[in-house]
């Protein structure tokens, strides 16, 4: 039992911060962005084409995955959803490592945090066991980590080349 209120305790802020992340980037809830902020953000800094698929992408993997989570309902997907919004995150912040510097400090604790959940399950306090859903596992975590890491490579796959540097005249 008290590894299962642990569990729910743990589902709970990982998956409800996560949330609350995609829904600034979605909505522009919290002072975030919204869509349109991220777009351009997405657009801009990370060259990533098309900006607005790959926003909704970001939002919805993180406002989704992270709902997911704080439900433990179909765990192994919320999961995979998060570790693939953390993995883009990583590439942002690399190579900087502390989250005072900019660095992949906050992305990797979440990520690794999805991560432990997938690997775990929601506990007996979730979605899945009330509603009788039991994913194969670890089958489903595997298939969905393979189809994250994919995702992510498709992304950074699709920036456009990064601008010529200035010339400097002789």
Do not use: C, N
Not at 9 to 34: D, S
Not at 44 to 54: C, E, K
Not at 106 to 116: E, I, K, N, R, S
């Amino acid at each position: 039992m008290s590894s299962d209120l642990g569990i729910l305790i743990f589902r709970l802020a990982l998956g409800g911060l996560l949330f609350a992340h995609g829904a600034q980037k979605l909505f522009g809830w919290f002072g975030g962005p919204g869509l349109a902020g991220t777009t351009g953000w997405l657009g801009s800094q990370l060259r990533l084409r098309p900006a607005g698929f790959w926003a909704l992408v970001a939002g919805l993997s993180e406002t989704g995955g992270g709902l997911l989570l704080v439900l433990g309902l179909l765990s192994p997907l919320g999961s995979a959803a998060v570790v693939a919004a953390m993995l883009m995150a990583l590439t942002v912040h690399w190579p900087r490592f502390w989250v005072m510097e900019g660095g992949i400090e906050y992305p990797l604790l979440m990520l690794l945090g999805a991560l432990g959940l997938g690997v775990s399950g929601p506990g007996a306090y979730a979605a899945d066991p009330l509603l009788g859903i039991a994913l194969p596992e670890p089958t489903a975590l595997i298939v969905s980590l393979v189809l994250a890491v994919v995702g992510v490579g498709i992304a950074l796959a699709s920036r456009a080349p990064a601008p010529a540097p200035a010339r400097v005249a002789a």
